[in-house]
């Protein structure tokens, strides 16, 4: 049974900093994070594999990194320089399906998303 469970979501400052956690219940090649605000589609944040690729949208590009510790199994997502437009449910995902871009929301487990809001 897979698990991803993120932690880390809060209240923040505009400016301000904060980092994401994501526990899986086993080691995968590929995860993503994934944020949707109220009214908005999801949207890809960023992406890494065991390869160390990277992979940021726009929007986060310069402010956000994310991190894979593989002893641990842990997904991290830091965020710097936050803005109110950051403010969204933030989901871990894992195990793409297919091909195309890595921040397309094709991936075969999900986590339950953690609350960030920006003010």
């Known amino acids: 049974h897979v698990q991803l469970v993120e932690s880390g979501g809060g209240w923040v400052q505009a400016g301000g900093s904060l980092t994401l956690s994501c526990a899986a219940s086993?080691?995968?090649?590929?995860m993503a994070w994934f944020r949707q605000a109220p009214g908005k589609e999801r949207e890809g944040v960023a992406y890494?594999?065991?390869?160390?690729?990277?992979k940021y949208s726009d929007s986060v590009l310069g402010r956000f990194v994310i991190n894979k510790d593989n002893a641990k199994n842990t997904l991290y997502l830091t965020m710097n320089n936050l803005k109110l437009e950051d403010t969204a449910m933030y989901y871990c995902?894992?195990?793409?399906?297919?091909?195309?871009?890595?921040?397309?929301?094709?991936?075969?487990?999900w986590g339950q998303g953690t609350q960030v809001t920006v003010s």
């Open positions: 086993r080691d995968f090649d590929n």
């Open positions: 890494i594999n065991n390869a160390r690729f990277r």
């Open positions: 995902a894992a195990d793409r399906r297919g091909g195309g871009s890595a921040l397309r929301d094709d991936y075969n487990f």
